[in-house]
């Protein structure tokens, strides 16, 4: 079952402009975490946001997260071509106190022409 | 920097066969997944394990089991495949919760199984 729903499906930008994906879920959350996946390989860890932050930075990154509307934006600011990839949005949920289980959106594919 | 080793890249298999897809992490990390993604569908979660011996369903284990006998291998099962189990693989790992630390997930590069 898919937590997230990512909007929009698929973005073209130029390099130099910025990219906003967003994603919303469903359930009570730990955190919410941002991958990106280049053309058929695995998936690379971006950022974390906690349940109780609202608002993280990294690099070129923005995340945002709102819990009242269950959802949040990933904000890449001044894109280059390198950053043609899918990004997938996926929440974090403890179901034991050994662990936690990750659950991710569909996903969102950036293509940045030069 | 953790690094999930998964052993094939590309695998071709028959129908019926019984194929192991296997998944190293070298980090110490408790907690590892198998998720499978398809066009359209995303990533599924098949099975997890929260430590050695350990195993829980996810939300799609039908035709699937896994090992866990040492801490860093977790291993996936097709006890017979079947074409519709065509797909990438992709295996993760997280160290187990400890107090109020949050942790991102490490994938491997993914094993992209065709079922002839």
């Known amino acids: 079952s898919q937590q997230g729903e990512e909007d929009p499906q698929a973005l073209s930008i130029q390099e130099g402009e910025n990219a906003t994906m967003n994603c919303s879920y469903k359930?009570?959350?730990?955190?919410l975490q941002w991958y990106r996946q280049n053309s058929g390989r695995g998936l690379v860890h971006l950022i974390l946001?906690?349940?109780?932050?609202r608002e993280k930075h990294s690099g070129r990154l923005r995340v945002t997260l709102d819990t009242s509307k269950k959802s949040s934006s990933l904000l890449i600011t001044a894109s280059r071509a390198a950053d043609t990839a899918s990004y997938f949005c996926?929440?974090?949920?403890?179901?034991?106190?050994?662990?936690?289980?990750?659950?991710f959106g569909g996903g969102t594919r950036v293509l940045v022409k030069p | 920097d953790v690094k999930v080793t998964q052993s094939s890249r590309y695998l071709v298999k028959r129908t019926g066969e019984k194929v192991f897809l296997e998944c190293v992490q070298d980090?110490?990390?408790?907690?590892m997944f198998w998720y499978r993604q398809d066009p359209g569908l995303g990533l599924r979660l098949i099975y997890f394990?929260?430590?050695?011996?350990?195993?829980e369903k996810g939300d799609i284990p039908e035709g699937y089991s896994v090992s866990r006998e040492k801490k860093e291998r977790f291993s996936l099962i097709l006890e017979s495949a079947s074409t519709n189990q065509t797909s990438m693989y992709l295996c993760?790992?997280?160290?187990?919760?400890?107090?109020?630390?949050?942790?991102?997930?490490?994938f491997g590069s993914g094993t992209r199984l065709t079922v002839v």
């Open positions: 993760a790992s997280r160290p187990g919760n400890r107090g109020l630390r949050e942790y991102g997930y490490t």
């Open positions: 359930t009570s959350i730990n955190n």
């Open positions: 946001i906690r349940s109780n932050e």
């Open positions: 996926a929440t974090d949920v403890m179901i034991k106190a050994a662990g936690n289980k990750l659950t």
């Open positions: 980090m110490d990390h408790e907690n």
């Open positions: 394990s929260y430590d050695v011996k350990m195993k």
